[in-house]
């Protein structure tokens, strides 16, 4: 899939700040980042429509989303903590999920030291 | 997640045989969707199916909305087949994955 790039494919993070970037191809107006632990299925962290912060789950502080335009999303981390390695998706779908096919990114595994 | 409840957890197949997954969910719904995941992969969306039956090659995908239901239908396994398959729903702007079934197609 390349309508949805995702970089880096692989990250390992001691205790550091880095940001995790994503872009779609595809003209959609929402945009997600989901994060997938081993073995479990994929959990919403975030979701903006049309550059607008939607929905906050429940999620660390230390994760703080970005969308400078309607087609990209960053993950800013800082002070990785162990429970943070997973692999994160960044996600778009045509309007908010509402009836609406998402379509997902190859994701950013993360691996925390 | 106790909204959806995919089976089965795990499937092992010999090459050639067909499976039917299903998906059940404890609520409405407005859309179903379906998706597979390589290990390692990302999820790739196989069918989004609010509601009737839809074909796309050797898949169907059949949803029944009174009935609370959803099933992926794969025909003539093929190796390649192997992987998770997900369900997942939409309510209320909320999306549900269910844990997943997990295929395994031997040649």
């Known amino acids: 899939n390349t309508k949805i790039t995702q970089s880096p494919r692989y990250l390992i993070l001691g205790r550091a700040n880095k940001s995790l970037e994503c872009e779609q191809h595809?003209?959609?107006?929402?945009m997600y980042w989901y994060k997938q632990s081993a073995e479990k299925p994929p959990e919403l962290m975030f979701l903006y429509n049309l550059k607008q912060l939607i929905r906050n789950e429940t999620v660390p502080s230390r994760f703080i989303p970005e969308c400078p335009d309607s087609s990209k999303l960053l993950l800013h981390i800082s002070a990785v903590d162990p429970e943070d390695s997973a692999v994160y998706f960044c996600a778009s779908s045509r309007r908010e999920i509402s009836n609406e096919r998402l379509f997902f990114g190859h994701g950013t595994k993360l691996s925390v030291l | 997640g106790q909204q959806v409840q995919q089976s089965p957890a795990s499937l092992v197949l010999q090459e050639g045989e067909n499976a039917e997954l299903q998906c059940n969910f404890s609520?409405?719904?407005?859309?179903m969707q379906w998706f597979y995941q390589r290990p390692g992969g990302s999820l790739v969306s196989l069918f989004y199916?609010?509601?009737g039956t839809k074909h796309s090659g050797r898949l169907t995908s059949t949803t029944v909305i009174k009935e609370r239901r959803s099933s992926l239908h794969i025909s003539s396994s093929q190796t390649t087949d192997s992987g998770t398959y997900l369900c997942?729903?939409?309510?209320?702007?909320?999306?549900?994955f269910g844990d997943g079934t997990q295929l395994v197609v031997k040649p």
């Open positions: 199916n609010p509601s």
């Open positions: 997942a729903l939409e309510l209320n702007n909320r999306i549900f």
């Open positions: 609520t409405s719904l407005n859309s």
């Open positions: 595809l003209g959609h107006n929402a």
